[in-house]
């Protein structure tokens, strides 16, 4: 996983603060890669050049000021783009997901893996997905994982948190999640964020 939302109020809250240039991570350097390559498609601009302003469209707040508008035109809030705790919805029970030794694997405590699908299935469990067709989604579950693979973690570590309906319903995603975590040996790497363009 790139971002940490898996959920659809918490994947635009995530959005929002990347487009506003308040967090970082590989899903901002992903953006950063993606505006670049755009640009590089639609012009000649060099890559420094693009990179430096597509950076500055995020910390200048263009970015989230160009969504607002984007929202506003298609018959939603804009002020999602300011301020998206004032306009998203909010789950009921919200619960860390916090390391300690039962989840602790004594080969050691670097991320090795994460099964990403293995996530988004437990979030849809939630609500946040559909678990069979014609299911109603809830937008306000889902499920924030901050760690990635290379991270070390330690009991009391607290990795994200789940967004839920209820307390029985937080605990078997709470669950599903650390049961989606490999632990490892110390050394493990990221991998690369990008493998490689390819030109059409």
Known sequence: PLGEAVGNALDIAEAVAILRGERTGRLHDLVLEFAMAAQDGLSSTPAAEARARAEDALSSGEAASVFGRMVEAQGGDPRVAEDPAAVLPKARWVEPLVADTRVLDAQGRNVAAIDAEAVGRAASALGAGRMRKGDPID???????????????DTGYEIGEVHARDRESAAAAIAAVWEAVTLGPDGVQPPPLVYGWRQS
């Open 139 to 153: 937008p306000a579950v889902g499920i924030v994982l901050r760690a990635k693979v290379g991270d070390v973690i």
